[in-house]
RNA sequence: GCUCCCGUCGUCCAGCGGCCUAGGACGCCGCCCUCUCAAGGCGGUAACGAGGGUUCAAAUCCCUUCGGGAGUACCA
């Protein structure tokens, strides 16, 4: 029995990594971490034609904005390398020569689209398409290429004990033979992903639902590798590192249940099927994501649902994890994201928000702003930074004292945008909708000729003083105090929706507030005219 | 078609034979608070897919059925 759990995560480079993999990515983490484990990063690119350099450097990206931390990978290196399956080549190769050798493996010199013909066939007839050495045609001549196939028991059952689904059996007879080496030499996956899984000594295979099929195969398979020293021969002939001595196969699996829609249907755009880094660009924090995608098929015992990495780590368990397919609730994820804001340090937010103004994140399109993280959205055209990159000092005070007065208001950092402008523009625009609503109420620029001229008039500048100079006008006009407010803050923030009047006030400079007061006087006198 | 997996509020999770007139969270609705929007507080809405068993007793065990999903590649 080996002493230290060692599980991998193991993606094909061929794309962004999205909510599903990064589910599973942090299921395999956060069972290495609970049982003082090793975390491998495997980078499956046995099929060159799919994938790409920039997927893979995307999704090792993702995994440290995530601050999900791999002990052997391609870039934490390892005793177990190289970590890309491109890199292993040889070694799957000298595996595969020596499982030819040994006779377990058949030439199929049947073309794609013979095959394809036969099995159309088979289905015509209802009758499962199910290679067999048994059913399959003999050599035709020597000068054809052929595939090689792995030739599995033609009956009796394999039972495989599953973490989250108990034990599940299958029938051999249902198992078609499946092709090792293409052929054109390259080995598949099935032999690449068993031969790494045992010469990186991975004991817990932890991957999605739609996997679950294949272990009887890969089972099968890894006694094939391990019994006669198959693969402790393969490795010292290609001049890998051998294997702990002491360690047989990987026992245990846990197949995680797919991560669906609202809908119930595959994940789509708007449900999150989108680079994780998309979260990012939308405003999400990375401990949201963990924490939330933590709670898509598992829970802790005692039904806590906020839990920082830590107490996840603490309280992990496959024993706990769903069967049922999960489904991407970003509201859900949207609340927990405001929760998690609002117990940030102000310090920490602030510097959480920088991105967010500097141009690093822009803004998206407004038909896609209250939906999921989504590509469609884009930045908007003409959206100007408002922050230089990095902030000046001035800039980086107005954005600390900003922070207070945004933090309870906002659900995702992004929405910073909304607020941000009328504290760092010296032009600032009024919202049409806002003039018309709140400006062109009657009695609107007395109220603004009288807020200015207490504004004007006062000793300090702070929340407290402008409260004072602002409150009694209420009843000097006979009015109530909303219809006090909500003209000021036309007039100062642009928008009938802001952040706390006096403070938001209070962060301005005094003659920024009063100009902009005495701006919208002829608005307000216009719009109520008309 | 065949093989396998799954089935509790709209959604996530709890429940593992009696504590369930089914609990928590998000959402939604209402109220309170209030300078707008939020945040916060309080209350409410809403589910065991169906049918048979087993049992004194079933959301919990068994069977059937219906529904959903995955696989069925010289892709991983």
């Known amino acids: 029995m080996p002493s ?26 956060l069972h290495a971490r609970a049982n003082d484990g090793v975390a491998i990063f495997r980078i499956e690119d046995t099929d060159a034609s799919r994938a790409t350099e920039e997927s893979m450097d995307s999704m090792h990206d993702a995994m440290a904005w995530l601050g999900l931390d791999w002990d052997e990978g391609v870039r934490a290196g390892g005793a177990y390398g190289p970590y890309r399956q491109s890199e292993r080549k040889e070694l799957h190769r000298a595996v595969a020569r020596r499982l030819e050798e040994a006779g377990v493996l058949y030439r199929d010199e049947r073309t794609a689209e013979e095959l394809e013909a036969w099995r159309n066939e088979r289905r015509a007839a209802d009758l499962a398409p199910i290679v067999k050495r048994s059913t399959t045609p003999g050599p035709a001549g020597d000068d054809r290429t052929a595939t090689l196939r792995l030739q599995l ?37 099935p032999l690449a992903n068993s031969v790494d899984d045992i010469a990186q000594g991975v004991t817990l295979v932890c991957r999605g639902e739609d996997l679950l099929s294949v272990t009887p195969r890969q089972v099968f398979l890894y ?57 990012a660009r939308k405003g999400f924090l990375p401990e949201t994501i963990v924490n939330y995608l933590a709670l898509l098929g598992w829970g802790p015992e005692d039904g806590r649902e906020r839990l920082d990495r830590d107490e996840l780590v603490a309280a992990f368990g496959f024993d706990r994890v769903s069967r049922s397919a999960a489904a991407f ?29 500097d141009g690093t994140y822009p803004p998206s399109n407004p038909d896609t702003e209250d939906d999921a993280p989504d590509h469609e959205g884009g930045p908007v055209a003409d959206w100007e930074p408002l922050v230089s990159s990095p902030p000046s000092a001035e800039e980086r005070a107005t954005l600390r004292g900003l922070v207070p007065l ?36 009657a009695g609107a620029a007395d109220v603004l000729r009288a ?8 000793d300090d500048w702070t929340a407290e003083a402008i409260e004072g100079a602002l409150r009694p006008l209420a009843d000097e006009l006979g009015i109530g105090f909303g219809k006090v407010a909500q003209p000021v803050r036309v007039a100062v923030t642009g928008s009938q929706v802001s952040p706390p009047l006096f403070e938001s006030i209070e962060l301005m400079p005094r003659q920024r507030v009063l100009d902009r007061i005495e701006a919208a006087i002829p608005v307000a006198e216009d719009a109520g005219a008309g």
């Open 153 to 189: 028991p033609e009956e009796g059952t394999i039972t495989v004990t599953d973490l989250v689904r108990g034990d599940v059996t299958w029938d051999w007879s249902h198992e078609s033979d499946p092709v090792l080496v293409r052929s054109n030499g390259d080995v598949t996956y």
């Open 4 to 29: 230290t759990p060692r599980v991998r995560f193991a993606p094909a480079p061929s794309g962004w990594l999205h909510v599903g993999s990064v589910r599973t990515a942090l299921f395999n983490w």
């Open 451 to 458: 807020a200015h001229r207490e504004l004007q008039a006062l």
């Open 329 to 357: 609730d970003t509201d859900k994820l949207t609340a927990f994201n405001g929760e998690r804001i609002r117990d940030l340090d102000e310090d920490e937010l602030a510097d959480r928000l920088v991105p967010y103004l």
């Open 223 to 279: 006694d094939l590798l391990t019994r006669d020293g198959l693969i402790d021969d393969a490795l010292a002939e290609v001049g890998l590192p051998a294997r702990e001595p002491d360690w047989t196969r990987p026992t245990e699996f846990a197949h995680l249940s797919m991560i669906v829609g609202m809908d119930r249907k595959k994940l789509s755009k708007r449900h999150g099927s989108v680079s994780i880094q998309e979260f």
């Open 406 to 441: 945004v933090q309870e208001r906002m659900q995702r950092l992004d929405e910073v945008q909304r607020y941000a402008p009328a504290f760092f523009v010296d032009e600032l625009t009024l919202e049409p909708a806002s003039v018309q609503k709140v400006l062109g109420k």
